[in-house]
């Protein structure tokens, strides 16, 4: 059986081949992979599509939130805390996730908060505008 220093050391050493295993992906495609996708609920209501994001740990300087007609990209980092990890089951680095939204917002109309690691992303429905009937 491991002692309990060779599983730490076993840990370290896969931790440093799944960062060059990243390094090298990078190099390859030149982008920068997502450590870890967090999870989300999307809810609508009559006016709004609500997006909530499980980000415990997540600063709001290391977001960002990108708004490409309906398609939402929020990406960021979660950084380790200082000392020595001796457990370590929540993940850290960077995250992307995209999401389309199922109807068209209003551009630019989009409310954010972060509250007790939950970001909340309130996109306002874009109305559609009647069709005038020929006679």
Partial sequence: MLERLDRLETL?????????IAELAYQLTGEEPA????????????????????LP??????????????????AGVRHPLPGTYLLEERPMGTFR?????????????????LRQGVLEVRFRKKKGTPLPLAQ
Avoid: C, F, M, N
């Avoid at 740990?57 to 929020?74: A, H």
């Avoid at 996730?97 to 908060?113: K, N």
């Fill in 97 to 113: 996730r995209t999401l389309d939204l199922p109807g068209p917002i209003e551009e630019g109309t989009a409310q954010a908060s």
């Fill in 12 to 20: 370290r050493k896969l931790k440093e081949l799944q960062e060059r």
């Fill in 35 to 54: 450590a870890w996708t967090p999870r989300v609920d999307l809810l609508e209501d009559e006016d709004h599509y609500v997006l909530l994001v499980d």
């Fill in 57 to 74: 740990g997540v600063r709001p300087e290391d977001l960002e939130l990108l708004e490409e007609g309906s398609r939402i990209t929020l």
